[in-house]
């Protein structure tokens, strides 16, 4: 795999060392060379996948480490590294110090030859591509377990006996059932479940919600599958925030090869969170007019709140 690299120099002699080092390297491309901090960003937008900014310390008339600094904060996953007018240990040492200071991950001589430059770029890929598969991971949970969210267009269409339907479908030992209709959930008196805990406690957590934390809240149904209830008394659905909604779905995808998750027919922020976050959503109607108009509804304003 090609990684791809942008240069932001001013100085013409840097620019044509560098890219005959790129032309015989294989797996680093130049994608394009600036001349400025500007111009290295209007290239970041035309071009997100460049992995690497290279930039010289000379550039926008001396103040690069400013530019780099820019470039950190407007893509904090790609890898800069400063040229640097320096020679020996000693003065390389300096230098990156500074670099680091500003978000640089390694610094390169401006007369450095093509071993030196390829090796440290290829640390700074290195580093680039585990950021991104760190944050990739994160947002999926660290697995591919699929989320399922299924609203009700109205009231008593049918969608908590879909979902409890829906999770038996999936035939796995690691189903996971959520019921996140918080103040009219059923899904305990459909499963025949006695619960004391509940979705709600996990929304005291701080931080991320585990494993353990989810095993401890659920409870096991005849048939494989585990539920998250709702809470009995549903004026406790008010302590549940979209923050901690965001939390459970990256657990629930990290735990369960399959959850399936009731948000009920009503929209708050809490359910809007879990239908943005969802891999799929299914919206529950009957075949009558009422139900017709309040699923256009649904998608309406499911669009109007850029929810899905």
Request: no cysteine; proline share 4%; aromatic share 2%.
């Amino acid at each position: 795999m090609v990684t791809k690299v942008l240069l932001a120099t001013p100085a013409h002699e840097v620019r044509d060392h560098l890219g005959h080092i790129f032309a015989e390297s294989d797996g680093f491309e130049l994608a394009a060379a600036v001349s400025d901090g500007a111009g290295v960003l209007t290239a970041l937008d035309r071009q997100p996948d460049i992995e690497i900014v290279v930039v010289d310390e000379a550039a926008d008339d001396g103040h690069g480490h400013a530019v780099a600094r820019s470039v950190g904060l407007a893509t904090p996953l790609t890898g800069i590294v400063m040229v640097v007018d320096a020679h020996g240990p000693a003065e390389m040492s300096r230098a990156m110090a500074a670099a680091m200071e500003v978000g640089a991950r390694s610094v390169i001589a401006r007369n450095a030859g093509l071993e030196e430059v390829l090796t440290r770029l290829e640390a700074v890929a290195s580093w680039s591509a585990m950021a991104r598969a760190s944050i990739a991971a994160e947002r999926n949970g660290g697995r591919s377990g699929q989320v399922v969210a299924i609203a009700g267009a109205k009231g008593g269409v049918g969608t908590s006996v879909l979902s409890l339907l829906l999770a038996r479908a999936g035939r796995a030992n690691d189903t996971l059932l959520v019921d996140l209709d918080l103040g009219a959930g059923d899904l305990t008196a459909y499963t025949g479940v006695r619960t004391r805990r509940s979705v709600v406690d996990l929304a005291a957590v701080e931080g991320e919600v585990t494993g353990r934390m989810l095993r401890e809240t659920t409870y096991e149904v005849p048939g494989g599958l585990r539920l998250l209830p709702a809470p009995a008394e549903g004026e406790r659905a008010e302590a549940m925030t979209p923050a901690a909604v965001r939390s459970i779905v990256s657990a629930l995808r990290f735990e369960s090869g399959l959850a399936v998750i009731d948000v009920g027919a009503h929209l708050d922020e809490p359910r809007a969170t879990a239908l943005e976050f969802a891999d799929r959503v299914l919206l529950v109607t009957t075949p009558d007019l009422p139900s017709l108009r309040a699923a256009r509804r649904s998608l309406a304003q499911w669009d109007r709140l850029a929810v899905r």
